[in-house]
């Protein structure tokens, strides 16, 4: 189903068609090194396998690197996530793919920058094309 995405910019409106799905929301609010979210927080190394339940998750394969953008702040029973891409050859498929992981099967390995902003989440944030 295509939908109409707005996007608003400091002096710009942009209107796309979008093919997806807005999936239910992991949390209400996510962890950040900077209030727009655009800065690596850090460099993981994945412990073990992963595979994505659904398209808000991104396949993870022991030994792979992944730089971290945000991390959900955990609400009552539901498990801890961070959002990242998967860093690896370019020929893989994960490679730039952004998605959510548990963050106990990562290490950091590298922190760039503390996550100490917390923002609100939103819809974009578990949108699936």
């Not at 796309?16 to 800065?39: N, P, Q, T, W």
């Not at 994505?52 to 609400?75: H, M, T, W």
């Not at 490679?95 to 992981?101: E, I, K």
Request: charge should be negative; include cysteine.
């Amino acid at each position: 189903m295509a939908r109409l995405l707005f996007l608003f910019l400091p002096g710009l409106v942009a209107i796309c068609a979008v093919h997806g799905i807005f999936m239910d929301r992991l949390a209400s609010k996510k962890l950040c090194a900077d209030d727009e979210c655009v800065y690596t927080i850090s460099l993981a190394r994945a412990q073990e396998d992963y595979n994505a339940p659904d398209c808000r998750f991104i396949n993870v394969k022991k030994g792979q690197r992944i730089y971290v953008y945000s991390k959900l702040v955990k609400e009552n029973e539901a498990g801890e996530f961070w959002a990242g891409s998967v860093y690896a050859n370019q020929s893989e498929d994960e490679m730039g793919t952004v998605g959510y992981f548990p963050s106990n099967l990562v290490q950091e390995q590298h922190v760039y920058q503390e996550a100490t902003k917390e923002v609100p989440t939103t819809d974009i944030d578990f949108f699936c094309e």
